[in-house]
Antibody, heavy 122, light 109 residues
């Protein structure tokens, strides 16, 4: 059974960089069939796609966050990571990593991590 | 504002049928996927593609689409179906970009 697990600091100071790795177990991140994505959810609000990465390193980002986001992959660790720079209180959210299936006319996220709450505060 | 629009809240009597909708221009070209999220938990995929259910999802969940509107139907709603439901699809510009709807809170009465 595929499992994803986010990790990282729960508290980040304003203007600093949020960094979160997601470790994949029970399957290879190098599978040619899937992307790997990050989604966030501010407290009491809806889901927002941040971006996705293919094992080869190709990335796609939400245009609203593109200038501050970097998603990278480390196939040797079976891990992919999110970096979000210049954070503000508006970036406080639960951050989820997920497996992203993208086909010709459909996109879906079929395996999710449990999510990790990141609070931006001094 | 989201490219995909959902009603904020819907209610259904126990055992009855409910339809949750998702509207957006991209749905004319791409299928919607649907997720169930209960408080404090990660979303769970319930419908993807034309009308596919992942393993373990009850067959009372089904999906359909017409024009710019995708629908998730729960036939014979159960108390445990009370949750937030989100749709997602490719963005209207295509190009691998993804969008989510704002979510619908389903209450089972």
């Amino acid at each position: 059974q595929l499992q994803l697990q986010e990790s990282g600091p729960g508290l980040v100071k304003p203007s600093e960089t949020l960094s979160l790795p997601c470790t994949v177990s029970g399957g290879s991140i190098s599978s040619s069939s899937y992307y790997w994505g990050w989604i966030r959810q501010p407290p009491g609000k809806g889901l927002e796609w941040i971006g996705s990465i293919y094992y080869s390193g190709s990335t796609y980002y939400n245009p609203s966050l593109k200038s501050r986001v970097t998603i990278s992959v480390d196939t040797s660790k079976n891990q992919f990571s999110l970096k979000l720079t210049s954070v503000t209180a508006a970036d406080t959210a639960v951050y989820f990593c997920a497996r992203h299936s993208q086909w010709l006319v459909e996109d879906y996220f079929d395996y999710w991590g449990q999510g990790t709450l990141v609070t931006v505060s001094s | 504002s989201s490219e995909l629009t959902q009603d904020p809240a819907v209610s259904v009597a126990l055992g009855q049928t409910v339809r949750i909708t998702c509207q957006g221009d991209s749905l004319r070209s791409y299928y919607a996927s649907w997720y169930q999220q209960k408080p404090g938990q990660a979303p769970v995929l319930v419908i993807y593609g034309k009308n596919n259910r992942p393993s373990g999802i009850p067959d009372r969940f089904s999906g359909s689409s017409s024009g710019n509107t995708a629908s998730l139907t729960i036939t014979g709603a159960q108390a445990e179906d009370e949750a937030d439901y989100y749709c997602n699809s490719r963005g209207s510009s295509g190009n691998h970009l993804v969008v989510f709807g704002g979510g619908t809170k389903l209450t089972v009465l």
